[in-house]
């Protein structure tokens, strides 16, 4: 894993589907599992999503909070 994905999950948004616009990190979990069971997409996006569902599936989430930028 680059740690330069973990500051990705939390700026880069979702390019099509339902949660278009979505920042990843904040993507529901079944929509993730869903990905999980069906296969990710290739490319940047495929690696950032995998990322996501593991982190989301162990529980670590909240390890992404220091990362996010404030919103004015």
């Known amino acids: 894993m680059n740690p ?3 500051e ?3 700026t880069r ?3 099509y589907g339902k949660y278009k616009g979505r920042i990843i990190a904040d ?3 079944n929509y ?3 990905f999980a069971r069906e296969g990710f997409p290739a490319g940047e996006i495929g690696r ?3 990322l996501m569902q593991e982190i989301d599936h162990n529980g ?3 390890l992404l909070a220091p990362l ?3 919103r004015p």
Do not use: A, I, S
């Open 68 to 70: 996010r930028k404030p």
């Open 48 to 50: 950032l999503l995998t």
């Open 60 to 62: 670590l989430t909240p």
């Open 32 to 34: 993730l599992n869903w």
């Open 8 to 10: 990705l999950l939390v």
């Open 13 to 15: 948004t979702m390019p």
């Open 27 to 29: 993507l529901p979990g």
């Open 4 to 6: 330069d994905d973990l």
